[in-house]
């Protein structure tokens, strides 16, 4: 087990919130989708019920919110829970000026994108998990899992599963990754895990710094001559 603190674990972080932001109640079904007071769900083939608040969308949908959108191969879920699953070649994709009410800390920072099998969101629990092939980047942060957990109500992010982080050379392998989105540490399980760093390498010498010119030759003062005498 290894305690630390490491950034780009909220690549992640900030490409699952992107889709939540506290979604209440269905506030109306427009043609071929439905939309709640937080986000936008689009199709052109809706199966729901009025009553209970299920609903099916077979046929490929988009999720959008202002400055994030989704898309997936089909959806379902509840609209009175606020729940929502994403399945199959789920692709997120955040502007990274998401408004999320100042509560992350990874707010613009730039564009990131979310892939994976599936997505579950639980808008009114906080809870959004994503799970299978889970790829995800930002800039020069990236890395995978085979599944994600943000708890948003308790600001803790799971990773497990083949769990590699790489931030401009540097590297985390691990099988389970706990992160705290508040004090940024980090608790890491493998076996074993391994972090890596870039060795800094020292700047390559200029070519006239390798090739010196040569300089000035040193003066040499000239020996007397010895005096005649006069003697034989």
Known sequence: MI???????????????????????????PTGGIETKDYRILTDVTNSNLNTGDFKMPRTVRFSRPGTDATANSAQGNFKRGTAT???????????????????????????????DQLDVDSKAKLYTASGHVRFNQGTQAGTADKAILNRANQMLHLEGNVHLDSQGSTLSANMVDYNLNTKDV????S????????NQPPAPSASASSPK???????????KPKATGKP
Do not use: W
Not at 99 to 104: K, L, V
Not at 187 to 190: D, I, K, L, R
Not at 215 to 224: A, D, E, F, Q, S
């Open 3 to 29: 305690h630390g603190r490491t950034r780009q674990i909220g690549v992640l972080a900030l490409a699952l919130t992107a889709l939540g932001g506290g979604a209440s109640a269905a506030q109306g079904f």
């Open 187 to 190: 608790e890491v399980h493998g």
């Open 214 to 224: 040569p300089g000035p030759k040193p003066k040499t003062t000239p020996r007397p």
């Open 86 to 116: 994403l399945t199959g070649n789920v692709v997120l994709h955040d502007s990274g000026n998401a408004d999320e009410g100042g509560s992350t800390p990874y707010h613009g920072n730039g564009p990131a994108t979310l892939t994976c």
């Open 192 to 199: 074993p895990a391994v972090m890596s760093q870039p060795a």
